[in-house]
Nanobody
């Protein structure tokens, strides 16, 4: 599985961005997919994720109501719609896939096998 993230950029506080993550290689039939972010000097943190089968979505508390994770199966693309952006959302955002991931690990970075290269999001105040 290869992942290619895009869509980052510079935006003002309150603005919006949509990140995309294109999947190539073998087809996913289960597990978890997610978005993580890493700010300078900090660990890589969970942002949003979902179960490939079942569609349950999960968000970290700080983005609930502002970010939406979705996918387009036909385009084999994962999205992260980010609205009402804040300076604290500034980070490099990564998409990730865990084909054998289980529900309890959807928020756990170390449980993901495949990672995109990251796309940088900067929110100016």
């Amino acid at each position: 599985v290869q992942l290619q993230a895009s869509g980052g950029g510079l935006v003002q506080t309150g603005g919006s961005l949509r990140l995309s993550c294109a999947l190539s290689g073998r087809t996913l039939n289960g597990g978890n997919m997610g978005w993580f972010r890493q700010a300078p000097g900090k660990e890589r943190d969970f942002v949003a994720g979902f179960r490939w089968n079942g569609g349950s979505t999960f968000y970290t508390d700080s983005v609930k109501g502002r970010f939406t994770i979705s996918r387009d199966n036909a385009k084999r693309t994962l999205y992260l719609q980010m609205n009402s952006l804040k300076p604290e959302d500034t980070a490099v955002y990564y998409c990730a896939a865990a084909p054998r991931g289980i529900l309890s690990t959807v928020r756990t970075a170390t449980a993901y096998d495949y990672w995109g290269q990251g796309t940088e999001v900067t929110v100016s105040s």
